[in-house]
């Protein structure tokens, strides 16, 4: 084969190859988002992300730190309450969803369910450790009572103190945590049934553990990807009864496990959280990479718990107090509790002065969750949140005493949760190795293509520059040499 033939094989052989490349280019991310949409529908049929839907298999934590009174004599008598920081006490957190039914209109009901462990290894002290918290029964109803008849408050005072209940509670986190046996709890349930949230132990978590979010039916982006795990209803309802304005009542977002994929910086975080009573928001902060994994980071912004005077569309969560405070009162049965950010993290920061013993920083107290971009999936998540309870001088009821108006930080917890072990080198293998493969592939085809092309044009210029040659070139193995018979100079044979 002479050079003409094999420098045009190889300019044929070069262009397939970069026109391979070529197509890698443009078809290869479309068949790699392809395969993200019919993995991440959530329908039986894709077993595995059925599955991790279904139940979680990533290892969620609750980690419960108690705010310890260490004046409460003095807070009684109006001073500044001082506190320390007890904790964590930390639970491991089991979901798993139940009651699943999937409807025509491609939405999925569901409950989840959800228990909790005791994990003394991770664990800064016991489940019996005794701490010193204000008594939400006696200071609470205070507050709720402010505006009866002083007749009635002297009633309610004299109740407290024949149930023998007083301003403080000094029990075990065990206790306050899932429950205490109180006779004013029992008198109350039988005679004010509903007025409490719970109608046998009365703790702060005892409606929590081994119960369920409420009945959700989200999307499962079978039509529509963009919809996926976002919520259509919650307990029947398309939005909210809790609030003053239609935006505040809607309900927005995910469940707030699970995001649509195909992210970008401009996305947001919306979810509807039942514990909060509404929709939050987060927004992108910064990008990250963990365990080779890239990542986008979304955080709470300011406004979310701003009230209605720093940020006006917040203005239909009120009645507001200070920014940085949400007033869930009027889902939490009348009781003045407000939830906030740890330490009042983010929150107006006369909200410090009153209290002695906070301090708030932004690694320890916000907020945040990791999300791969390209599937909506998190990959770590540390949702901070902190109960208040909202508490002053009644008058009438003496158990008040003179305390100074205040809300008063009770516990702060932390649900958090990471990709670790096999799932994690599953998700970097399918999504960060394979499509790296597959760009790189895509790249050395169109290198390679390219440089062949380039040899086979070479190898077809160098031919015709020999070709051009003096007549008297001999071309070794290509000719043969003859004596021309006319004026009997040497000629060239040459053979094709």
């Known amino acids: 084969m002479n050079k003409s033939k094999l420098a045009i094989g190889l300019f044929v052989a070069g262009t397939l190859t970069a026109v391979f490349g070529l197509v890698i280019l443009f078809v290869g991310p479309i068949i790699i988002d392809?395969?993200?949409?019919?993995?991440?529908?959530?329908?039986?049929?894709?077993?595995?992300s059925?599955?991790?839907w279904k139940d979680i298999p990533v290892p969620f934590f609750m980690s419960v730190y108690f705010f310890n009174i260490l004046n409460p004599t003095e807070f009684l008598a109006g001073e500044k309450p001082m506190v320390e920081q007890r904790g964590p006490y930390v639970?491991?957190?089991r979901l798993q969803k139940q009651n699943i039914t999937f409807h025509p209109n491609h939405t999925v009901s569901y409950l989840e369910y959800r228990s909790y462990f005791f994990e003394p290894s991770m664990s800064v002290g016991n489940e019996s450790d005794v701490v010193t918290i204000p008594n939400m029964l006696v200071l609470g109803a205070a507050v709720m009572m402010d505006n009866m008849p002083h007749a009635v408050r002297l009633l309610l005072s004299a109740t407290f103190k024949s149930f023998k209940e007083g301003p403080f509670l000094s029990k075990s986190v065990g206790e306050l945590?899932?429950?205490?046996d109180s006779k004013l709890v029992d008198f109350l349930n039988k005679w004010f049934p509903g007025m409490l949230p719970s109608t046998g132990k009365f703790g702060l978590f005892s409606e929590f553990n081994n119960s369920n979010t409420g009945m959700f039916t989200v999307h499962t982006g079978k039509d529509d990807i963009r919809l996926i795990h976002k919520v259509n209803s919650w307990n029947g309802l398309t939005k909210l009864i809790y609030w003053k304005t239609p935006q505040c009542n809607m309900i927005n977002g995910t469940a707030g496990q699970m995001w649509p994929p195909f992210m970008t910086k401009e996305s947001t975080l919306p979810f509807y959280s039942p514990d909060a009573c509404r929709s939050l928001e987060l927004v992108y902060q910064r990008e990250g990479i963990m365990k080779g994994i890239p990542l986008y980071r979304f955080v709470a912004p300011k406004t979310m718990l701003a009230n209605g005077s720093d940020y006006a569309p917040n203005e239909g969560f009120c009645p507001c107090r200070q920014s940085?405070?949400?007033?869930?009162?009027?889902?939490r049965s009348n009781a003045p509790v407000f939830i906030s950010q740890p330490h009042f993290y983010n929150a107006d920061p006369v909200l410090l002065d009153y209290v002695q013993g906070l301090q708030p920083t932004e690694d320890e107290h916000?907020?945040?969750?990791d999300i791969h971009p390209e599937t909506g999936v998190p990959l770590n998540v540390s949702i901070r949140l902190q109960l208040n309870l909202y508490m002053k001088k009644v008058s009438g009821i003496?158990?008040?005493g003179k305390i100074s108006e205040v809300v008063m930080p009770m516990i702060w917890f932390e649900e958090n949760g990471y990709m670790d072990g096999a799932i994690v080198k599953t998700f970097h293998t399918n999504l960060v190795l394979l499509p790296m493969v597959m760009v790189y592939m895509q790249y050395c085809f169109l290198g390679l293509?390219?440089?062949t092309v380039l040899g086979a044009v070479l190898l077809h210029y160098s031919g015709k520059v020999l070709l051009k040659k003096d007549p008297s070139t001999v071309i070794e193995n290509h000719g043969a040499t003859v004596k021309d018979p006319v004026n009997g100079t040497d000629g060239h044979i040459y053979h094709e």
């Open 34 to 48: 392809d395969q993200i949409v019919k993995n991440l529908v959530i329908d039986p049929e894709n077993e595995v």
């Open 50 to 52: 059925y599955t991790m």
């Open 449 to 451: 293509g390219l440089a």
């Open 91 to 93: 639970y491991r957190k």
């Open 177 to 180: 945590m899932w429950g205490y």
């Open 398 to 400: 003496t158990e008040t």
């Open 366 to 369: 916000g907020l945040f969750i």
């Open 324 to 331: 940085g405070l949400l007033n869930v009162s009027s889902c």
